[in-house]
């Protein structure tokens, strides 16, 4: 279950992640949800089999920069299935009642949903975590059951 975070320089992408990474959370359901590291700063994203899947080069895989610390090895997936992107906004950018419908990135011929998150809000992390929730176990109920609710 893979999140893209998407953002200019200094937006917040890598301290959102690390706040996701820090700690496990419910987001809004009964499993708890694990953030793992996959790529900070470069990724590569494919077309496999038409599924998208994301991974770090080799040259900084495991990495993490942190701004005010510098670049930390971390525990890591080496690559997951991409299920959406989110675009970090100001708050103010943010739509109360999105239209999902219309909202969608292209990679490498595939469309994943975009959602909107403003990084720097209390809530960011378990808006994130509600969504992967929603995402892993009502919009994919197939994906239902199991001990390994990691997602990336």
């Not at 279950?1 to 917040?12: A, K, V």
């Not at 990724?43 to 495991?62: D, F, Q």
């Not at 950018?93 to 909107?116: A, I, K, N, T, Y």
Request: proline share 5%; with cysteine; charged share 20%.
């Amino acid at each position: 279950m893979g999140l893209l975070l998407l953002g200019d320089p200094g937006s917040g992408k890598s301290e959102l992640a690390l706040r996701l990474i820090d700690s496990v959370g419910y987001g809004v359901g009964e499993v708890v949800l694990r953030a793992r590291l996959v790529a900070d700063d470069q990724t590569i994203i494919e077309n496999r089999g038409h599924r998208l899947y994301a991974s770090a080069p080799v040259s900084i895989s495991g990495r993490l920069e942190v701004r005010g610390i510098g670049v930390l090895r971390l525990q890591h997936l080496p690559s997951t299935e991409l299920h959406a992107a989110v675009q970090l906004t100001a708050r103010e950018g943010v739509e109360r009642f999105p239209d999902l419908s219309v909202q969608s990135v292209e990679f490498c011929g595939l469309s994943v949903p975009l959602f909107h998150v403003a990084p720097f809000e209390i809530a960011a992390t378990s808006k994130l975590r509600a969504l992967a929730g929603d995402l892993m176990f009502h919009r994919n109920p197939q994906a239902v059951g199991g001990d390994d609710n990691k997602w990336a």
